[in-house]
């Protein structure tokens, strides 16, 4: 039910950023998450955030929220403003919430997996018994920082998931134009590390291959890799007129919703009625709207600001 | 917001001075560029003209009192104001500054002000150049510029030895030495000519003599007298250019007939107003300036890497103050005749024995005449006068035997002209040329259109 | 007081500050079993063991991103790189996570590491090994960059680094290593961004930081033989600058040359040529002179090698055009 709930508020949120994007309230980048809700929400479900820690890229909506984040104070980021979780200075790429332990919103494509992989450092040192969750798309696989990253929690044994997202468009290139290898769990076998690959428009198989990582992070201290094949219905970014794939194709994997999917699954074993599901998804839009009208009504930083937080 | 009027330096090497008139009283009006007092610094008394506009609101130092530049002299602002703090401040300025002001004390509190306030030498005020180059276009360094707005030495005075003739801070400190160019025309003669324990005396003695001196004091005993300002700058400036320039001297005897004669048929016929006679000085300004027309390399200054041949001939003479020595310059001689020169000498000269003198006035003269004869000196030497290289000293005229062509003995006016030059610039050979031929200007004037 | 080398005060610094903080760890290549590769890190994998002193693949992006992320998170890692050379592959996570995350973030996270190796030509190592990199660095805000030019500060500027909870980058240089002087026993702490007059003077200052200070006090020797006085001052600190000790000495002395080893276009001695320029106007009576390397890439030969960089003529020669002697 959780899960449900939290992909129908993803869903709402960016179909609202999507919406205030075109009136001109966010600038810039703005990667949407529509239809790969299925992948964020159903792997951090199987965290503790306590002692567990989320990095991902610039696609960070979802995460943030599955994580907790305020949707007020994600909206409010996206529109640039103080009451934003970076007061105002990140922007859609930048997220972040310490106190979740939800670490970004990153950037620099495959930049973080290093970084996510020293938070799984600290953990090891610390004998903490936590896990990392590092998030990347199809784009970054290839990049050296992800090499040198499955190399080094191979020799170091650090508890962290490696999650290829993989929605098979490096934004406008297809992933079998630029791999060598296209079934990515491959990957981690190089640095014989366990991959695995599954769809990732199912939430419940999702979270059950997550939580086995997970476990295999905590109690071996093994990383692990997982590829998630999934779909983004829109362009990479609010900019992107996605012309490199057909309509026919876009249609077909919209018939295969994540949500829609596990609404039929939870129907069909009677754990939620229609009424229920109409029900939570006006709950979450009106949640999304409210996001909005506060990020409206917030005020920008004062300019001085720009000169907080450069150093210590 | 009220603001202190602070004393500034009104001569380039003022550290203090005496207010001597208040033009303004307590409640007036004052509008940028008034005079507002009248202020005795160590060369002349100077105008101080206001760079704050509003109300007098308060003399803090009354006439007769003194202030060392930077010192604050007034409070200016709107009428009501409450400058209880201002006055506060001055207040305890002045009583716990005991020490006195080592170099540039007006340094920061004057820093914006020197250029308007001050009537010294900069580029908009000065009327003749001594080399004709406007100050915007010479060379100089931040530091050189700042030490030349604060201490008020026009930079066209200064020699500059950085490349291309940058001038630098080591000119401006040896500037500083000489700046204003006191005259150290007087000195010791030689040849015990010079009657011992007799001061120095210069070319005009004013219309009362010489300024009695004291004898020595009654009880018989030592006496400290402490060294003014001006005294100071005098010594500093003579010890400079006698050390730094090596001097030589070319004695000549010249046959003062000819001019006298001239001078007595000039003064015959102009008007009989007081005053209106022309001095024999402006008759020697005027030989030496057309003789320095054939004598470029005399009419020049050691810079260094380069030697300045001045474009213009500024003769200073050198005068007599009851304190001390001015040397006031007459500009461009070269282009004046000899009445013109001798009316603007009159009016400097009144001007320095009143202590009026401007920086302009006093600063910067190609050539120098200095003269003891009313005194009755036979010959002497002087000490150079920078930025020139060369002086000249005249004795008194009197009268000598000479030979006649024929045989006879007749009798002749001479005067004994003792050039000291700097061996630097002038040799041997252009100096005894020189002077050759100022002899055969002042004998012969009409074989100088020749 | 005993006489120590530089390679020594560092590894005292880091060996003190580990003791007493178990969060510092130090990573890098050749830093454990080989005691580091110019020996800097000698005996403390023996004291510390293998999970505090990590010898790490080559992979500079690789271990310096971990680095962030530990620091994230709650460590404070000390990130060896063997030389500043190899940073360049590394550079992508100093200037986009350690630099910008505090500000990105809106201050929720700090990035408390440190990175260090020696920094600019050592000798006979040609162009790709001999690189300074003191431009790059201290042309991002967001990070410190430091670079002691003795033991002494080198001890007391790596503790002040490791305690300080932003990202430093600490630039040391291989030939300084084996430098000697007195370093006392006692703790001491030197704050980041203080400049340091290693010789007072007052006729001309010549400014500069790292391994060309041993050559500029030379210079300063010869100078007085020859009658000049000049200050010395040695900035030890790049970001932050200490512009009030600069200008304070330019102010006195009215003249600067700047020496910086370094290629001269958009270095950082151009900066603080202009920074100089700027706020000390009025009191320059020359123009700041520059020595820095020439502008080529740095050549094998040793002759080429020595005739590139500054040099104690150089720096003599500089002094002298801005006292105009």
């Known amino acids: 039910m959780e899960l449900l709930r939290q992909m129908l508020l993803v869903r709402r949120v960016e179909e609202k950023s999507a919406q205030m994007y075109g009136l001109r309230k966010i600038g810039g980048f703005c990667h949407l998450y529509i239809g790969q809700e299925a992948v964020a929400v159903g792997a951090v479900a199987a965290l503790d955030l306590k002692r567990d820690y989320v990095f991902t890229a610039y696609r960070d909506h979802g995460h943030a929220l599955a994580c907790g984040m305020d949707p007020n104070a994600l909206m409010a980021e996206l529109y640039g403003k103080v009451t934003g979780c970076s007061r105002g200075k990140g922007g859609s790429m930048h997220l972040f919430d310490a106190d979740k332990h939800f670490l970004g919103g990153n950037g620099i494509v495959g930049a973080h997996i290093p970084v996510a992989t020293g938070a799984a450092l600290k953990i090891r040192y610390k004998k903490e018994n936590g896990v990392v969750l590092c998030f990347f798309g199809d784009g970054a696989i290839h990049q050296g920082s992800f090499h040198e990253s499955l190399n080094l929690a191979k020799i170091w044994n650090l508890p962290i998931v490696y999650i290829c997202e993989n929605n098979q468009y490096g934004m406008g290139t297809d992933f079998r134009r630029v791999s060598s290898v296209t079934d990515f769990s491959k990957m981690g076998v190089s640095y014989d590390i366990p991959g695995s690959q599954m769809d990732g428009m199912d939430a419940l198989k999702v979270h059950e291959a997550v939580k086995q990582a997970v476990q295999r992070a905590r109690k071996e201290h093994q990383p692990s890799f997982i590829e998630a094949v999934t779909y983004r219905y829109k362009g990479h970014s609010m900019s992107d007129p996605a012309t490199y794939r057909t309509k026919e194709e876009l249609e077909q994997y919209k018939s295969q919703d994540p949500i829609l999917i596990l609404k039929a699954q939870m129907l069909a074993s009677k754990q939620i009625s229609n009424e229920q599901f109409d029900k939570i998804d006006a709950e979450c839009k009106r949640i999304s709207n409210e996001a909005a009208q506060f990020a409206e009504d917030s005020p920008q930083p004062a300019v001085e600001t720009l000169h907080e937080d450069v150093l210590v | ?450 | 007081m005993p006489v120590i080398a530089f390679r020594q005060a560092l590894k005292d610094a880091m060996d003190e500050e580990m003791a007493r903080d178990e969060n510092v760890i130090l990573m890098g290549e050749e830093v454990a079993q080989y005691n580091g590769a110019y020996k800097v890190s000698q005996g403390l994998l023996d004291k510390y063991g293998p999970e505090r002193v990590i010898d790490t693949p080559i992979t500079e992006e690789g271990f310096t991103g971990v680095g962030i992320g530990a620091a994230l998170v709650g460590l404070r890692p000390i990130v060896e790189w063997m030389t500043l050379n190899f940073s360049a592959q590394a550079f992508d996570q100093v200037l986009n996570n350690a630099a910008k995350m505090l500000h990105m973030s809106g201050g929720q996270l700090r990035v408390p590491i440190v990175f260090r190796g020696p920094n600019g030509p050592a000798e006979y190592l040609s162009s790709q090994h001999s690189q300074s990199f003191q431009a790059f660095y201290a042309h991002i805000p967001g990070i410190k960059v430091v670079a002691p030019s003795t033991p002494y500060d080198a001890k007391g500027m790596l503790k002040s680094a490791i305690r300080d909870d932003n990202p430093v980058v600490f630039l040391e240089a291989e030939l300084m290593y084996a430098w000697k002087a007195e370093v006392p026993e006692e703790e001491y702490l030197i704050p980041l961004g203080q400049a340091d007059i290693k010789r007072a003077g007052d006729e001309v200052t010549l400014i500069s930081f790292s391994k060309p200070m041993q050559m500029v006090l030379e210079a300063a020797e010869a100078l007085e033989k020859e009658g000049y006085s000049a200050e010395v001052l040695d900035l030890r600190s790049l970001r932050p600058l200490d512009e009030q000790a600069v200008y304070t000495s330019v102010r006195k002395t009215n003249r600067c040359v700047i020496i910086d080893n370094d290629w001269p276009m958009a270095g950082f001695a151009s900066y603080l040529g202009w920074l100089i320029s700027n706020n000390c106007f009025d009191s320059l009576d020359a123009p700041v002179e520059l020595v820095t390397m020439e502008d080529v890439p740095m050549p094998y030969n040793h002759g080429m090698e020595l005739a590139v960089q500054p040099t104690v003529e150089k720096i003599m020669n500089a002094a002298k055009r801005v006292m105009y002697v």
């Open chain 2, 1 to 450: 917001m009220a603001e202190q009027v602070l004393m500034l330096a009104l001569s380039p090497t003022m550290e203090e001075g005496t207010i001597i008139t208040w033009h303004k009283k307590e409640g007036e009006a004052v509008a940028q560029s008034d005079i507002i007092c009248e202020v005795e610094t160590d060369k002349a008394t100077m105008e101080y003209e206001s760079v704050n506009e509003g109300t007098l609101l308060k003399i803090l130092v009354p006439e007769g009192g003194g202030a060392r530049v930077g010192d604050p002299i007034a409070v200016v602002g709107e009428s009501g104001e409450d400058i209880s703090s201002l006055v506060q401040e001055a207040k305890a300025a002045a009583a716990a500054a005991e020490k006195p002001a080592a170099g540039q004390p007006a340094a920061e509190p004057v820093e914006a002000q020197p250029a308007e306030a001050t009537p010294v030498a900069t580029a908009e005020a000065a009327p003749q150049p001594a080399e004709g180059a406007p100050v915007e276009g010479l060379k100089a360094s931040p530091l050189a510029r700042k030490m030349a707005s604060e201490q008020g030495i026009d930079l066209r005075s200064v020699r500059g030895s950085g490349p291309g003739g940058r001038i630098v801070k080591r000119d401006m400190d040896k500037a500083l030495r000489r700046a204003a160019s006191y005259g150290p025309a007087a000195a010791v003669g030689i040849a015990g000519v010079a009657a011992a324990g007799a001061p120095a005396a210069p070319a005009y003695i004013p219309a009362g003599g010489i300024p009695a001196m004291a004898g020595p004091t009654a009880s018989g005993k030592d006496e400290q007298i402490p060294v003014s300002g001006k005294r100071k700058i005098i010594a500093q400036r003579l010890a400079e250019s006698k050390y730094s320039a090596p001097h030589y001297y070319l004695r000549i005897d010249v046959d003062a007939g000819a001019m006298m004669a001239a001078r007595t048929r000039l003064n015959a016929r102009l008007p009989k107003e007081a005053g209106a006679k022309v001095s024999p000085n402006a008759f020697l300004i005027k030989f030496v300036a057309e003789t320095l027309k054939k004598y470029p390399p005399v009419n020049a200054s050691w810079q260094g890497d380069t030697i300045l041949r001045f474009g213009k001939i500024d003769i200073a003479l050198a005068v007599a103050q009851e304190d001390g020595l001015i040397t006031p310059v007459v500009r461009d001689c070269g282009s004046k005749g000899i009445v013109q020169i001798d009316r603007e000498l009159k009016i400097l000269i009144d001007k320095a024995l009143s202590n009026k003198l401007t920086p302009e006035e006093y600063s910067g003269a190609t050539f120098t005449i200095s003269s003891l004869g009313t005194s009755g000196i036979l010959e002497f030497t002087a000490i150079i006068n920078p930025p020139g290289s060369a002086i000249l000293a005249v004795g008194r005229i009197h009268k000598v035997p000479v030979a006649e062509d024929d045989g006879s003995i007749g009798v002749r006016s001479q005067m004994i002209l003792t050039l000291s030059c700097d061996h630097r610039v002038i040799d041997g050979a252009v100096g005894a040329a020189f002077l050759s031929d100022l002899k055969a200007t002042i004998e012969y004037p009409i074989d100088h259109l020749y």
